[in-house]
């Protein structure tokens, strides 16, 4: 199995036009095999792109449709409201991809949904998306680099070491069940623990590679669900060790203050907690790969 998407997904790119970031990866992603169904743009409903329908509103496409699954990559100034279209529209799930959304905007679209949209799921924003191998990929990671079959979920903060962590299971024919990158904003809509539980839940999932950052404490509340939830093995990394207190690092949510958010201190706490810590994305793989060998 994979958790919050697979081959029956249905997918509306919100924002297509010809030029657009949503046209190129969504015409990647339906290349690798998602249902890319429909697209969305107030000014381009009735026209088809690239053999996509397009029509004005999210409402419309999921009637004609019956799309399940967004992907949104509109500039920040929009995609707030996008978020919401789409939950108002009865998607149950939001990939959302923009940067530089402002945080009282992330915050206000998180409490609308979870105050008036509770069904609706959102990844990201900020994040690279979500990819079940073989099944569907919604966002902007490269199909090639990884690997259908099972028996490895991956959650990451970093989109970066998300890439690298699939490409080393993937090279040592580690196949994964999915692939979700939650983004380092400082208000995600999906977090650690929702990936963590999704995991244990699944039955193909046997084991779990956690990639995490400095800032913030959502490591830390993974390492309590972690000690108290979950009888599957799990192998964590925590990028940003040697960052320095106070200073941002690639994300707006990866800041050190004082002696909280840092790595060591995420790093004890799933140690604590009975995940193996690697000090690096390759003994991760390293790591992980031992423990597929002992399933």
Do not use: W
């Not at 967004?70 to 940067?99: M, N, R, Y």
């Not at 090639?144 to 970093?158: F, K, M, T, W």
């Not at 040592?172 to 244990?200: E, M, N, R």
Request: charged share 15%; hydrophobic share 45%.
């Amino acid at each position: 199995m994979s958790i919050f998407v697979d081959e029956n997904t249905k997918v509306v790119i919100q924002g297509l036009s010809p030029t657009s970031q949503g046209c190129y990866h969504g015409l990647r992603n339906r290349a690798y095999g998602t249902q890319v169904v429909a697209g969305t743009n107030p000014r381009r409903g009735g026209e088809v792109i690239e053999g996509i329908p397009v029509y004005s509103t999210v409402a419309e496409a999921v009637a004609e449709t019956g799309a399940n699954a967004s992907f949104i990559t509109v500039p920040p100034a929009g995609a707030p409201a996008a978020i919401l279209e789409a939950a108002e529209a009865g998607i149950p799930f939001v990939v959302c991809i923009t940067e530089f959304i402002p945080a009282h905007d992330e915050a206000r679209v998180f409490a609308a949904l979870r105050r008036n949209f509770p069904r609706t799921r959102l990844l990201g924003p900020n994040c690279p998306g979500i990819i079940s191998p073989g099944k569907a990929n919604i966002g902007i990671t490269a199909g090639e680099i990884a690997l259908a079959g099972g028996p490895v979920g991956l959650v990451s903060r970093s989109g970066t070491v998300f890439y690298q962590a699939l490409y080393e299971l993937t090279q040592k024919g580690i196949g994964q069940t999915t692939g979700v990158g939650i983004g380092g904003d400082p208000v995600p809509g999906t977090g650690f623990v929702d990936c963590l539980a999704a995991f244990q839940a699944d039955p193909e999932t046997k084991a779990v590679i956690m990639i995490g950052e400095i800032g913030g404490t959502e490591e830390e509340r993974a390492a309590r669900f972690i000690a108290e939830q979950m009888d599957k093995p799990v192998v964590t990394y925590i990028a940003g060790v040697t960052a320095p207190p106070g200073r941002k690092m690639g994300h707006a949510g990866a800041i050190v203050s004082g002696t909280s958010g840092t790595a060591a201190a995420k790093m004890a706490a799933l140690a604590e907690a009975g995940a193996l810590v690697a000090q690096n994305p390759t003994e991760a793989g390293e790591l992980m790969a031992d423990v597929v060998a002992g399933l």
